[in-house]
């Protein structure tokens, strides 16, 4: 979808086709060999900067010289806003709440210059009420598919509700949502051995208690920062411990008894917001192990065998995997052979890049799957094909699973009156950020 957000510098320095400009460059971008436009670019003197959030392009421009990093950041940040105050982006909640959306702008930026981006701050400036959109209209694999468990759907009220819309009735239903979300990344070596490893985590919160309560979020006791040369498994305890290369917390946390008993103390800001960033980079058990082997069929023939083995419990159920890898240049065509019994994969080959995609609806822990491909060239071969094709890379989110163990142990809430008892809801989640097999 290319419904986009055009935020320029708010000085008028920037000509008024600018947003018809980057609808088109970006739409029709060849250049450096490359199918899409980086986050930044220049054309005609002005600068364009934009991140793509669930389908939609926020866009900033410029004619000055600007940190990039701090454009994106605000960029993110302005969606997340907005996310806060419609409850869902798509093309229909923008449509609907364009008035508002507006203002909001109007209040985060100043010609030219960031105000806030503080949901809570806002709230004082802006006075339009946004137009809820059904969540009920939203497509089956949308934001709140990642919460997915089987065929039990969580919790998915905080990717698809506004924080400052009443509930029908005029009360506000008092909840609190914490996400675990964790992207891994892994590079495997042509025999199956992880060369590089890593984990981007961050512990999400989003809050719609009234009153501000205070919080008490408590994590692994074996919570360690900076690992000192230590591997995870160095720990005779197992699962409960965790070790962190570093992080950092969000301004409202306070980390007074953090340091003894690993528990944070913070007041949640309405709207969401990152209590918690932190990275590894030990090795760790990968949640997938990929397989590939290339064999020429023929003078003009090649086979590629695929296999892909889920290394979580069983109890645990990976959603919307998909599986590419490009192939010879001279690849003209490709068949495909499913297993016996296989349901809910599809095969494809991307003739224009010359690659192939595998993707599966699911994969429950602990099952296999194969995939074989048989390539028809256009011309001989007169090197190795394996150096001509791959590397395999992987999509994939595990809902309800987190690959460092770190855990939240606990989650108070400073009751107001004995009846005071909200609604709380811990969710983990993992995805790719780069998951490359090398053939």
Known sequence: MWLYNHIDADRGDVQKGSAEIFFRKVKFWKEDGEEE????????????????????????TTRTNVSPSLVLELLQRIARVIKDYL?????????KNFVLVYELLDEVIDFGYVQTTSTEVLKSYVFNEPIVVDAGRLPALGPAALFMQG???????????????????????????VDIIEKISVTFSSSGYILTSEI??????????????EIRLALNEELAIGRGGRSIYDYSSGSGAVILDDCNFHESVHLDSFEMDRTLTLVPPDGEFPVMNYRITQEFRPPFRINTLIQEA?????????KIRAE????????????QMPLPTYTARVSFELEAGAVGQMTDF??????????LKKIVGGSEHTLCAKLTFSQESHGNI??????VSVTFTIPMYNTSRLQVKYLQITKKSKTYNPYRWVRYVTQANSYVARI
Request: no cysteine; net charge positive; aromatic share 8%.
């Open 386 to 391: 394996t150096k001509e094709a791959g590397p």
């Open 312 to 323: 979580f419990a069983s109890s645990i159920t990976a959603n919307t995997i998909v599986v």
């Open 350 to 359: 991307k003739e224009s890049n010359k690659r192939l995609e595998w993707g």
């Open 200 to 213: 981007d985590g961050t512990i999400q919160m989003k809050s719609y208690l009234t009153g501000n309560p």
């Open 87 to 95: 409850g869902v982006l798509n093309e229909d909640s923008f449509r």
């Open 151 to 177: 065929t039990k759907r969580m919790p998915g009220t905080a990717v698809t509700k506004s924080v400052v819309a009443n509930e029908p009735g005029g009360r506000k239903r008092e909840e609190i949502f």
């Open 298 to 306: 023929g003078p003009l023939k090649a086979e590629v065998i695929l």
């Open 37 to 60: 436009a980086p986050p930044v670019f220049n054309e005609n003197g002005v600068n364009y900067f934009h991140v793509k959030v669930v389908g939609l392009l926020f866009v900033a």
